[in-house]
């Protein structure tokens, strides 16, 4: 058994391999930042895209394993062996081993400190985890047959460069994602994975793998080189059926869900956030209240309830809350998105129209700026010698007429008949 | 020379060179998305990381034991091995970036192999591996906060990482070949 494992070296090369694989899995989680704290959906799909690097790392590994036993003539020696292939493809399994345990023990570790901070788990979504793997092991397959067929001193390389230009192709579409593991930069709110296309891409993964293991195979298996090379077609050919589906039919992972769940906090007005990233619910409800005071005093009606902006649901007699960058993850509450949220105050059909309504969403500015001026909200941006600057510092009682009128034509989707309170 | 360069297997990269500073060339232009990253990473700072990683593999010494019987001085082969793939590196470059400004991408790509011989010396053959992080990190910084390459002392960069970690690299592979 122990002679099964004589690829792997001794103990500090084991820990060594563990170590560098290790560490480039804590490296995308580290660019991450915080965003994957605030949602369990997104800690999952930063969990499995540790492949991003763990992948190329693997694939060197790959190469420099089999480019050693290559040139070593390791090859002709287990070819006479009864069990030779075993341990001729036994570092391939190993090394595929080594970086699923990998990914898993991150994915672990996010997901176990995204739930401890309060997210709510998506457990359905973990089917995922045992399709993006197929990824690795196509990764792993091609550093394999890389290190088998190349000059020693190049085959690393190239291995690495190779399967990180796969993932580089795959995020920018030039092949349908078939590498791509994870890595989502938006909070995925309402959204899910569309397992259809995972198991697309996986299939796809399962077939070059398997390409590239009959390839390795016939390193030891004496067979005609016709017959190997057909073989080895073939089973790249079971790759285009899936390949082209992922063509022809779209090939993004997520799609919203179709009821998302929502968790409200607070009465008048009530904030409603996706069950996916309740983390700043508690601070968004009391700054919606804090700042709705000043509307209130002037006998603005607001809603009843603001919802959270969310792909594929409307909730079109509500106020909408969008979040920019990372906010709707984030612990804190930026302010600025408060204001904006409150002149906002009806999802109106106008405002997601390919077509931009640019004379509204100025009116709706200039509200949202209001809003934050009289809450002491710093960073407004606004000049005070600009005509917006000067229009702010005025008495409350010379704006209240425009704010009534512009939050009314707001609340009716009347676009319209908004105009900015000063000449432009 | 040429049983040299081909000793040092310079021969293979720099055709290499030559065939990576060609796709460079006809991309030059592109801004691709990386995984992870955010916003586009332009060429000019996608390059200098990919020839670091594809070109700077003849900095490891394959027949440490033959170089104790050479009647040279020890730090002769060394230095070839640098200044070749020093070659290499800025010939890919060159080619690549030869119809917009070539000079800061030459030198971005000597400052990465130079910090390359460091990462051979350490790790031999995982070199590659630290480059691949290394270079991730370099891709996610600079495409946050893009340098401005006309401004850039890029120069005085790589000739003092050039000076610095070639030293260390020759002296070492000197010593260790005694």
Redesign the interface.
């Known amino acids: 058994m122990t002679s099964l494992f004589l690829w792997a070296g001794g103990g500090s090369a084991r820990l060594?391999r563990w170590l560098?694989t290790l560490?480039?899995g804590c490296?995308?989680l580290g660019?991450?930042g915080a965003t994957w704290m605030g949602s369990w959906k997104v800690a999952l799909d930063w969990g499995t895209?540790t492949l991003?690097?763990v992948g190329?790392?693997c694939a060197?590994?790959c190469a420099?394993t089999y480019s050693t036993m290559s040139s070593r003539r390791w090859d002709l020696l287990v070819a006479g062996m009864r069990r030779g292939y075993v341990a001729w493809l036994g570092p391939m399994l190993g090394v595929w081993v080594l970086g699923l345990a990998v990914m898993l023990a991150c994915t672990g570790v996010v997901l176990a400190t995204a739930s401890a901070l309060g997210a709510n788990a998506s457990p359905t979504m973990l089917w995922a985890v045992p399709l993006v793997s197929m990824t690795l092991a196509a990764q792993v397959g091609i550093g394999a047959v890389v290190g088998a067929s190349l000059?020693?001193?190049?085959s690393?390389?190239?291995a690495?460069?190779t399967t990180?230009l796969l993932?580089?192709l795959?995020?920018?579409g030039t092949i349908p994602g078939i590498f791509?593991t994870g890595?989502v930069?938006g909070p995925l709110a309402g959204e899910t994975y569309d397992f259809s296309v995972l198991r697309l891409q996986a299939l796809v993964c399962i077939a070059t793998a398997a390409a590239c293991a009959l390839s390795l195979a016939f390193h030891i298996v004496l067979v005609r080189s016709s017959v190997a090379l057909f073989a080895v077609l073939g089973a790249l050919a079971l790759a285009i059926p899936p390949w082209w589906a992922l063509e022809s039919t779209g090939h993004d992972r997520y799609i919203p869900e179709p009821s998302p769940r929502l968790v409200c906090k607070g009465n008048a007005p009530r904030v409603c956030l996706s069950a996916d990233t309740v983390r700043p619910l508690d601070g968004l409800s009391r700054e919606m209240n804090r700042q709705a005071e000043p509307l209130l005093e002037l006998g603005i009606e607001i809603p009843d309830r603001f919802v959270q902006s969310l792909p594929g649901a409307r909730h079109e007699s509500d106020g909408l809350v969008i979040f920019v960058d990372a906010g709707a993850t984030a612990a804190t509450i930026d302010p600025r998105t408060v204001s904006l949220a409150l002149a906002t105050p009806r999802a109106c059909p106008q405002f997601f129209s390919k077509r931009a309504p640019v004379r509204a969403l100025r009116s709706r500015g200039v509200l949202a700026d209001w809003i934050a001026t009289e809450n002491n909200v710093p960073g407004i941006g606004v000049s005070k010698t600009s005509r917006e600057g000067r229009w702010l510092n005025r008495p409350v009682s010379e704006q209240a007429a425009w704010l009534s009128s512009t939050y009314a034509a707001l609340s009716d989707c009347r676009l319209n008949d908004l105009t900015v309170p000063f000449r432009r | 020379m040429r049983t040299v360069a081909r000793g040092l297997e310079l021969d293979v990269a720099l055709l290499l060179a030559v065939l990576l500073g060609g796709i460079g060339f006809l991309l030059w232009g592109e801004e691709p998305m990386l995984p992870l990253i955010r916003l586009p990473v332009p060429m000019p700072t996608l390059f200098p990381a990919l020839v670091c990683l594809t070109l700077t593999w003849t900095l490891r010494e394959r027949w440490s034991q033959q170089m104790s019987t050479i009647v040279r001085h020890p730090g002769v082969v060394p230095s070839a091995r640098f200044i070749g793939t020093q070659t290499t590196c800025a010939v890919a470059a060159a080619i690549a970036g030869s119809a917009a400004h070539p000079g800061p991408v030459i030198c971005l790509s000597s400052v990465g192999a130079s910090l390359a011989a460091l990462f051979t010396l350490v790790l031999g053959r995982s070199a590659v591996f630290a480059l691949l992080i290394l270079s991730y990190l370099w891709l996610s910084l600079a495409a946050h906060h893009p340098l401005n390459f006309a401004e850039t002392h890029s120069g005085w960069l790589a000739a003092v990482s050039g000076v610095l970690c070639g030293g260390i690299y020759v002296r070492t592979e000197a010593r260790r070949s005694r």
Not at chain 1, 151 to 154: D, E, G, N, Q, Y
């Open positions: 060594a560098l560490a480039a490296l995308v660019l991450g895209g991003i690097l190329p790392v060197g590994i420099l000059p020693r001193a190049f690393v390389p190239l690495v460069v990180f993932e580089t795959s995020v920018s791509r890595g930069t």
